[in-house]
Every structure is written in structure tokens, then in C-alpha cells.
């Protein structure tokens, strides 16, 4: 008995043949068409995506970064002595802040002068230091000779780069056991035991030491610099001043100072601690 195929099979059938007549239908010159917009349209895609990338590249302006210059507040010169140690010899210092609370300079080039009435200059000493954010600091002349009469001291600092220090390691220090006074040779002397009051060991620290009469006045002044300060360590050290000893001093005062610019200068356990980012 002859099978037939269901009503499904002849539907399928049925769409097949449709879909060939269709197909038929369609005329060679849009075959062609057809074959030749494949062939195209590689090309044609990689030639239209290069110049859209190269058109895009040519209007495309990056943001401009602006670095804004810090401006900051002037150094404060508050005191500049000097001191005879003998006819024909003389040291200095001159006493300076730094109001900006979170700006520092890394190199400060300053200068000394002793000048007679002329106006002349009998002796000069320069140097360069450095002064952290909000720091009160000294600077010293050293006992220099001349030959004539010093009846001045002229002190010039010249701050150029300015660098961003918004946070440093606070530091604190106390100075135990004080003593000053006058050696037998005509000498100025201080003494004290300094104490390392942080976590931080400290490569060097210097220290400017300043003498003061009943009156206020500074009548002598000096440094030392300490090295290899341990975490927590109390150290002895002792002053000794220039000849032609100051008298009726009755206050010391230490001004220490740590350069944190120098990201060697502190650490702990050994490792220097983070340079914090400075900008200059």
C-alpha cells in the first residue's frame, strides 16, 4: 500500500519551492550587484574606519594641565647681630620664619655681609640651607677676619623654588639639665642633655643656641650638629662659644631643626620613611 506525505511534509516542501521561485525571480544584474557590494565592503570598511579614526585624532584636543605656581607669603627676617670675638674678628647670625603653612624650600641661598661705615664690606660668607613649612630657624655666620672696623651685618636670602610639603613627621625635643656659663678661658659655654622625644631615628639634627641677657637681648649665639639621634635617646652635648665671652646671661634658648626634605635624614627600623610627595 503506497504511502502519501502528511499535510506537513507538503506545507515544507511546498515553502521550498517557493523560496527557489523567488530566488529565480531575481534578475542576474542584482546577483551581481549583490556579489559585488561583498567584495566592496572589506575594503571599503577598513578605508572608512581609518579616516573616521584619523578625523576623530585630527580634532581631538587633550585637556590642558595647568600647573599652578604656589604664591607664597615672604620670609620673615626678625634679628641679624653680630658679634666681635676680637678686633679684627666677628661671627653672625640672623633669625628667620617661614609663614606658609604648608610650603618649604629645599635649597634657600643666602648671604652675609659685615660692612663698615662706608657702607663697604670687610668680610662676606654664603651659603645655602633649607627652611620647612611654618618653621622659625637660625642661621649662622661663622667667626670670619677682616681688617678695619665692622659697625653692621647685612643678611640677604633669595627663596626660588618654592616646593608643597601640605604634611611633614611633627618632632619634638626636650632639653634637660641645663647649664651655661664662662670657661677659664674666656669662653661662653652651654650644656644640656637632649632628649629624642619620637619614634623616628634622626641621621643628623642641627642645633642653633641662642644666649639672652636680663634685658631680652641676644648678647651670643652658636651650633652644634648631632648625629645618629636613636628613638627615645637622651644625649649630652656642650657648646663652646668664641672668645670675649658674653656676660649676664641668664636664658638659653635651642632652636633644633631636622631637614624633612631629605627623606634619609629620618627612618624607623632602619627604612627611610616616604618622601610625602613633594611638588616642586
Given amino acids: 500500500m503506497a ?27 542584482l546577483w551581481a550587484l549583490l556579489v559585488l557590494t561583498l567584495v566592496l565592503f572589506l575594503p571599503l570598511h577598513w578605508l572608512l574606519r581609518a579616516g573616521f579614526t584619523q578625523f576623530l585624532t585630527s580634532i581631538y584636543q587633550p585637556p590642558a594641565i595647568v600647573y599652578v605656581a604656589p604664591i607664597p607669603v615672604p620670609l620673615e627676617i626678625s634679628q641679624t647681630e653680630f658679634f666681635l670675638a676680637s678686633e679684627n674678628q666677628a661671627f653672625a647670625y640672623s633669625r628667620l620664619r617661614n609663614p606658609n603653612p604648608d610650603l618649604a624650600l629645599r635649597v634657600l641661598p643666602y648671604e652675609f655681609k659685615l660692612l663698615n661705615g662706608a657702607g663697604e664690606t670687610l668680610a662676606r660668607d654664603a651659603g645655602e640651607t633649607y627652611i620647612l613649612p611654618n618653621q622659625e630657624k637660625v642661621i649662622f655666620m661663622p667667626l670670619s677676619t677682616f681688617s678695619g672696623q665692622v659697625l653692621r651685618v647685612e643678611f640677604t636670602a633669595n627663596p626660588e623654588n618654592w616646593s608643597r610639603l601640605p604634611n611633614f613627621f611633627p618632632l619634638t625635643f626636650g ?86 626634605l631629605d627623606r634619609s635624614v629620618l627612618s624607623t627600623d632602619g627604612a627611610p620613611l616616604d618622601d610625602r610627595n613633594l611638588l616642586r
Avoid at 634637660?176 to 678661658?185: A, D, L, M, S
Fill in 3 to 29: 504511502e502519501y506525505p502528511n499535510k506537513q511534509e507538503l506545507e515544507a516542501q511546498e515553502k521550498i519551492i517557493n523560496v527557489i521561485e523567488t530566488i529565480q525571480a531575481v534578475s542576474r544584474k
Fill in 175 to 260: 632639653f634637660e639639665n641645663q647649664n651655661f656659663g664662662i670657661t677659664p678661658e674666656n669662653q661662653n659655654f652651654v650644656e644640656a642633655i637632649l632628649l629624642n622625644d619620637s619614634p623616628y631615628f634622626i641621621s643628623q639634627l642641627e642645633l642653633g643656641v641662642l644666649l639672652y641677657n636680663l634685658g631680652g637681648q641676644v648678647v651670643g649665639a652658636n651650633y652644634t650638629t648631632v648625629n645618629a639621634l636613636e628613638p627615645r635617646e637622651r644625649r649630652y652635648f656642650r657648646v663652646i662659644g668664641t672668645n670675649n665671652a658674653a656676660t649676664g646671661v641668664v636664658r638659653v634658648e635651642f632652636l633644633p631643626s631636622v631637614n624633612q
